[in-house]
């Protein structure tokens, strides 16, 4: 969808409350939302309640939306701190009794640079898996994020497992392009 649709349906959204509308902008931003809880998150419970949180701030603020210089990057602001204030959320809750832990303390934590690089880098393989044909982005997160097997993707899709392989090579020359620029 183009800059200018997301800016009919956030005017239709705020001028006449479209629930039809808004429908529409959660089917468009849904999975890339999700996909950016889940980074921080890393599990799909908390990345469903988070985003569903989000949706739910972005459609009490729908007269608001229509006057943001760039929906996109507020959504991802939205989701990115949603899902750090659930993290420390449940950080201070106990921790469970696990006997298999590490006990190295700080051994997943980063610098403040690494995390803005992590970020950034976030925010552009979102970007850029977004401009994917549907085909090749279908395949890319089943395997990839989601990893499912050649076989599995072939039968799922009703397309042979040369074709998986071929929109996956797709998808990853695509995303190493559009990431590069």
Known sequence: MTEQEVRKLLRRMKEQDSQTAFRQFYDMTYDRLFRIAFYYLKKE????????????????????????????????????NASLNYLEKEMKQP?????????????????????????ELLARYVKALDRLPERCREVFIRIREEKQSYAQVAEELNISINTVDAQLQKAVTRLKAIIRD
């Open 45 to 80: 419970e908390w990345s469903e309640e988070v985003v569903l949180d989000v949706f739910m701030k972005l459609w009490n603020q729908r007269a608001n939306l229509p006057g943001l210089q760039n929906i996109e990057d507020f959504c991802f602001i939205l989701v990115k």
């Open 95 to 119: 921790p469970p009794l696990s006997i298999d832990s590490s006990g190295e303390p700080g051994a997943t934590a980063f610098s403040p640079e690494e995390s803005l690089i992590s970020e």
